[in-house]
């Protein structure tokens, strides 16, 4: 069989002429086997950018609700700061220092721990090069730092409504 260059035909029907005149051979488009696979790696980078968002979205929940339990376990702290004499706003000053230096410490050590990991699993799994993207890093922390921020801010400052409230009670007990 012999194909004169025809700019009719492109080459897929060229390759389609071809098989069905040669059975035994088999053919493959690579520029189209190369788009199919582009397009999957887009798909599932897509797919690990959604998770790796949702699993952050997911440890700073869990990261409230333990500041959570642990601002409404500290009451005894807070009572014996009262004893001792601080002002709301001293406790309040001195809760939000010490949760906000545990998070900070914590989202910064999460971020190295997870950027030594993702180099780890690239380096000696897939031999290959990682590179770090600065901006993605800055928008993780500052996006995990301001729920950290927001939350300490909304916890403490209602564990201080609370004392204050139960002070103008009379109740001695916070």
């Given at each position: 069989m012999t194909l004169?260059?025809?700019?009719?035909?492109?080459?897929?029907?060229i390759q389609t002429l071809v098989t069905s005149?040669?059975?035994?051979?088999?053919?493959?488009?690579?520029?189209e086997t190369v788009q199919n696979v582009a397009e999957l790696v887009g798909k599932l980078a897509l797919g690990l950018k959604l998770a790796?968002?949702?699993?952050?979205?997911?440890?700073?929940?869990?990261?409230?609700?333990?500041?959570?339990?642990?601002?409404?376990?500290?009451?005894?702290d807070v009572q014996q700061l009262r004893m001792l004499g601080l002002t709301p706003w001293q406790i309040w000053s001195f809760q939000?220092?010490?949760?906000?230096?545990?998070?900070?410490?914590g989202t910064w050590i999460g971020a190295v721990l997870a950027i030594a990991v993702s180099w780890a699993i690239v380096f000696f799994g897939f031999d290959g090069r990682i590179e770090?993207?600065?901006?993605?890093i800055?928008?993780?922390w500052t996006m995990s730092l301001g729920?950290?921020?927001?939350?300490?801010?909304?916890?403490?400052?209602?564990?201080?409504?609370?004392?204050?409230?139960?002070?103008e009670l009379g109740s001695g007990q916070l």
């Open positions: 004169a260059k025809d700019q009719t035909r492109g080459p897929t029907e005149a040669f059975p035994n051979i088999t053919s493959i488009n690579v520029a790796s968002r949702s699993t952050l979205a997911l440890g700073v929940l869990v990261f409230l609700l333990v500041l959570l339990f642990q601002l409404v376990s500290a009451r005894a939000t220092l010490s949760y906000g230096a545990l998070s900070v410490i770090i993207n600065i901006l993605a800055l928008q993780i729920a950290s921020v927001l939350g300490i801010g909304t916890l403490s400052f209602r564990e201080i409504k609370n004392a204050r409230n139960q002070l």
